[in-house]
């Protein structure tokens, strides 16, 4: 059975850091992207940052570039997102995903809340 969970959410003061984890079970993130995504109170959820398999190749949505950072630890098969120089907009429940259309797997966390305050 596979499981991701996230942990490493909190409240932080405008302009702090955060580093969340996303520690797999009965998967191996090495072989497969992974990417955070976020869901603020009354928003939908967006993609925040994006990491591929093998090459470990990165994407970020504009908001995030500069600020935050995606990795990935294949030993300890752990993906983590640096969160620098936080805003108030970052508020939200972090959630980590690892999905395929081809392959038919969609894998979401349980999440974890990042609060920033001014």
């Known amino acids: 059975q596979v499981q991701l969970v996230e942990s490493g959410g909190g409240l932080v003061q405008a302009g702090g850091s955060l580093r969340l984890s996303c520690v797999a079970s009965?998967?191996?993130?090495?072989?497969?992207?992974t990417s955070w995504y976020r869901q603020a109170p009354g928003k939908e959820r967006e993609l925040v940052a994006a990491?591929?398999?093998?090459?470990?190749?990165?994407n970020y949505a504009d908001s995030v570039k500069g600020r935050f950072t995606i990795s990935k630890d294949n030993v300890k098969n752990t993906v983590y997102l640096q969160m620098n120089r936080l805003k108030p907009e970052d508020t939200a429940v972090y959630y980590c995903?690892?999905?395929?259309?081809?392959?038919?797997?969609?894998?979401w966390g349980q999440g974890t809340q990042v609060t920033v305050s001014s």
């Open positions: 995903n690892s999905a395929s259309m081809i392959l038919g797997y969609d894998y």
């Open positions: 009965g998967f191996t993130f090495s072989n497969y992207a």
């Open positions: 990491i591929t398999g093998p090459s470990g190749n990165t």
